[in-house]
Each structure stands twice: as structure tokens, then as C-alpha cells.
């Protein structure tokens, strides 16, 4: 799941006032395979919370978790490389990780956790690990909620088959007002694992732990630090920078930044003309092209890496961009319309390809409400 340049109560309210645009372009059921269109797959949270999939090679939606009438409050999901399997977290009603293999049979407990929490989830390139934070739910008093030893807030890892569980990290109660760990990303190799803790620093740690490395911090409190992506060459990490959270809400000021993954180096790419809130970006496979949208104008871009040289590809602002895996092109969730979405496949230049099924669009407690996979 992917998370904005935002930070404490600005999360929830972040989406609600921007102009959303609805992708309108007719693709039909033939039409996607004449395009040569990869195959892609939506899970999305239904208002009842439970999940929901739609495989582009079915074309027919079905309930993953619960029913149409009824869920059972999971949050968020995943999807694993191959595009099979699902995992996702479950805050009532057995609390834990789970994973579904979608399409045969229920979803599997991979480990117990707590009801007052809120998880992340991410599923290890290789598709052999899990990682996942806990953290406290945002309307719970942390006392309340201690999911790590000696804090409450904590980064661990898991075999998918639920064995080798370990902590790799814990946040002192005493580190924030309401410690966070969020945004994990792995490295292509899934050696190592990098995650925003407390809204204002980025670190990298390895997947089996050790001592965290601090890649970026932003020092003052009027400011955050976006969701990191890893570059699939392993060199260097992009995010948004520099944050700055008005403290009357409105347009979140960002900037987009790469520093180097051992910390050594940093590059502004984009550098921000005020009032640009930038959704976490994404590269394509060959690592020469970064992604991302913008919401005060809102707009997708690509910019070249090399030469920081940016070129617009649509007016639309989205989220849970997904590149695939040759390159050509990518998916979106464009910003909602009257609460509700159409996920999309486009080219590289704009050219919509492919529409998903119209599905609700929310945030809570920082996260969209869907995820995305492309062949």
C-alpha cells in the first residue's frame, strides 16, 4: 500500500478535497488483448472491509474475504510477485497476517497480532518473505497497544509458509508522540528492506536484521518524508523530500528525491514550485525512469533519471502506480469521482490500454484502498 507526503491527522483528510479525474476512454474485452495488454489484477477494501479481487484474465470480480454483505475489518493487501497470492492483515476476528491464494480455497493465519493496530504489509521480491510493520491504531492511546517487546511499534519479517518470524526492529514508546513504522519497500535482491520510522527518517536494514542504516532524515517536526521506492538496479532509493505539512491543512509541498541505498549520496529531482503534494513514485525495470503525480495541478510525469528531465503523461492524479515488468506499461488508480474509481493500464506516453472495474475509493489512516499487479 502506498502513502503520500503527509503525517498525523492530515492523513485521513489528504484525498477527500482533490479534484479527482476519472479515466474515460473505452476499452473493451478484446480490445485489452489486441493491445497486448500484460495481465493485471485489483484487490480492493470494500466499505463492509472485506477484500475483493479482480483478475484482468477472468474479468469477474469476486469477494476474497467475507461477503457482500458482511467483512472482517481486513487491511491492507499485497500482492506476490507472481501475481497468485495475497497478503494481507486482519484487526478483528482472529487478528493476524494472512495470505490467500487467490481463486483456491480460504486465507491462511501466517501469525497472531493484536486488534488495536495498524499493519503495512510487503511481499520480498523473491516472493519467499513477508515483511510487515505494527503499529498502534491512530484513535488508541499507546499504552494500549504494545505490539513489539520494548515499544509499540515494530518491523518483522516472515517465511510465507509462517515459519522463521523475526523482529527486526522496534520504536521506543518514548522515540514520537505515536510511533510509525511505514512504507517498507524491499531491495530487488530482498537482502534488504527500507521504511520510514516516526514520519522524518528513512532507514534500510537487512532482511534477516542487524543495525539499521540511516539514509534521510528531515529534522524539523513542519516536515515528513514520502514513501521510499527502491530502484530495481539496488543503487538508489526515491521518496518525496522535504515535506512541508501545513498546519492548517491544504497542499502538501513536496519535493522528489533519490539518495544513494548506503546513504552516501543524495539528488534533488524535482525540486518543488510550492503546493505539490507528490504521490509515492515507482521506476520502471531498467531503473533509467522514475514515475510519480501530482495533486494541486493534478497531473502523472515520468523523469528520466540520468538528466532529471520531466515529461508529462496524463492530467489525471493517482496513486498505486505499478510499472510492468516490461516496461511498456504501468497501472493507476485515478483519484475518485464521487467516492468511487476505475482502475487503469497505460502506455508509457498516456495511451489508456485498459480499464478494471469501478471499485470504492478511500483513505484510512494514511492508506489507499487498493493495490494493484502487473505481469
Not at 505515536?178 to 522524518?200: F, L, M, Q
Not at 483513505?363 to 493495490?371: K, N, P, R
Request: with cysteine.
Amino acid at each position: 500500500m502506498l502513502r503520500l507526503c503527509a503525517s498525523g491527522p492530515f492523513r485521513r483528510l489528504l484525498l477527500i478535497g482533490v479534484a479527482g479525474v476519472v479515466v474515460t476512454a473505452a476499452v473493451s474485452r478484446g480490445d485489452a488483448a489486441a493491445t497486448g495488454v500484460r495481465p493485471w489484477n485489483v484487490v480492493w477494501l470494500r466499505e463492509n472491509d472485506g477484500l475483493s479481487v479482480w483478475p484482468s484474465q477472468r474479468r469477474q470480480t469476486f469477494a476474497l474475504t467475507g461477503t457482500k454483505k458482511e467483512g472482517p475489518d481486513d487491511w491492507p493487501a499485497a500482492w506476490s510477485p507472481d501475481g497468485q497470492y495475497i497478503a494481507f492483515s486482519r484487526v478483528s476476528d482472529r487478528p493476524g497476517i494472512y495470505t490467500a491464494h487467490v481463486g483456491h480455497g480460504t486465507p491462511r493465519r501466517l501469525v497472531e497480532t493484536f486488534t488495536e493496530t495498524e499493519t503495512e504489509v510487503a511481499w520480498s521480491p523473491d516472493g519467499r518473505k513477508i515483511a510487515y510493520s505494527l503499529n498502534c491504531a491512530e484513535d488508541l492511546a499507546s499504552s494500549k497497544c504494545v505490539s513489539g517487546p520494548t515499544g509499540t511499534t515494530a518491523l518483522y519479517t516472515i517465511e510465507r509458509d509462517g515459519s522463521d518470524r523475526r523482529q527486526l526492529i522496534a520504536l521506543p514508546a518514548a522515540s514520537a508522540p505515536r510511533p510509525e513504522i511505514r512504507g517498507i519497500t524491499w531491495s530487488r535482491d530482498s537482502r534488504r528492506i527500507a521504511y520510514v520510522a516516526n514520519d522524518t527518517f528513512l532507514y534500510t536494514i537487512g532482511s534477516s536484521g542487524g543495525a539499521p542504516r540511516l539514509i534521510a532524515a528531515e529534522r524539523n517536526p513542519d516536515y515528513t518524508l514520502g514513501n521510499p521506492a527502491w530502484s530495481p538496479n539496488g543503487r538508489w532509493i526515491a521518496y518525496g523530500g522535504h515535506c512541508y505539512v501545513p498546519l492548517l491543512g491544504g497542499d502538501i509541498d513536496c519535493s522528489l528525491v533519490a539518495s544513494s541505498s548506503r546513504g552516501t549520496k543524495r539528488r534533488v529531482l524535482l525540486r518543488s514550485p510550492g503546493d505539490t503534494t507528490v504521490s509515492p513514485p515507482t521506476w520502471t525495470p531498467d531503473s533509467r525512469t522514475v514515475l510519480y503525480g501530482t495533486a494541486a495541478r493534478p497531473a502523472l510525469f515520468r523523469i528520466d533519471f540520468a538528466t532529471a528531465r520531466r515529461r508529462g503523461i496524463m492530467r489525471v492524479f493517482a496513486t498505486a502506480l505499478t510499472v510492468a515488468r516490461d516496461g511498456r506499461s504501468f497501472a493507476f488508480i485515478p483519484g475518485p469521482f464521487g467516492g468511487i474509481t476505475r482502475p487503469a493500464v497505460a502506455t508509457l506516453t498516456g495511451q489508456i490500454v485498459a480499464r478494471g472495474p469501478k471499485i470504492p475509493y478511500f483513505y484510512t489512516g494514511g492508506e489507499v484502498s487498493a493495490s494493484l499487479w502487473v505481469g
